[in-house]
Nanobody
Framework: QVQLVESGGGLVQAGGSLRLSCTASGRIIRINAMGWYRQAPGKQREFVATITSGGRANYADSVKGRFTLSRDNAKNTVHLQMNSLKPEDTAVYYC?????????????WGQGTQVTVSS
């Protein structure tokens, strides 16, 4: 069974920075894309950023130029560096990974980490 463990959320003032991390564990053969989604209160979950195993990243328009996603394939880990945070970035951030393990291909999700940006 694949598990994703997130860390790094918290409370920050507008204009500040936070760094989220997510590590996958289990009987993993390969991880394709890894990334982050977020869900604000009363809203649907939305795409934030994703990165391929080759290091190509894609971002939502709302975070381009402010967020940077990086990946350490050896550690099955991704990091989301969030700069110039805005109150509208407040949400629960969920890690997502397309994982191939010993049994199947799994679309794995983490438990979520809260990010709160105060104005």
């Amino acid at each position: 069974q694949v598990q994703l463990v997130e860390s790094g959320g918290g409370l920050v003032q507008a204009g500040g920075s936070l760094r989220l991390s997510c590590t996958a564990s289990g009987r993993i053969i390969r991880i394709n894309a890894m990334g982050w989604y977020r869900q604000a209160p009363g809203k649907q979950r939305e795409f934030v950023a994703t990165i391929t195993s080759g290091g190509r990243a894609n971002y939502a328009d709302s975070v381009k130029g402010r967020f940077t996603l990086s990946r350490d394939n050896a550690k099955n880990t991704v990091h989301l560096q969030m700069n110039s945070l805005k109150p509208e970035d407040t949400a629960v951030y969920y890690c997502n990974a397309d994982v191939i393990d010993l049994l199947t291909n799994t679309d794995a999700w983490g438990q979520g980490t809260q990010v709160t940006v105060s104005s």
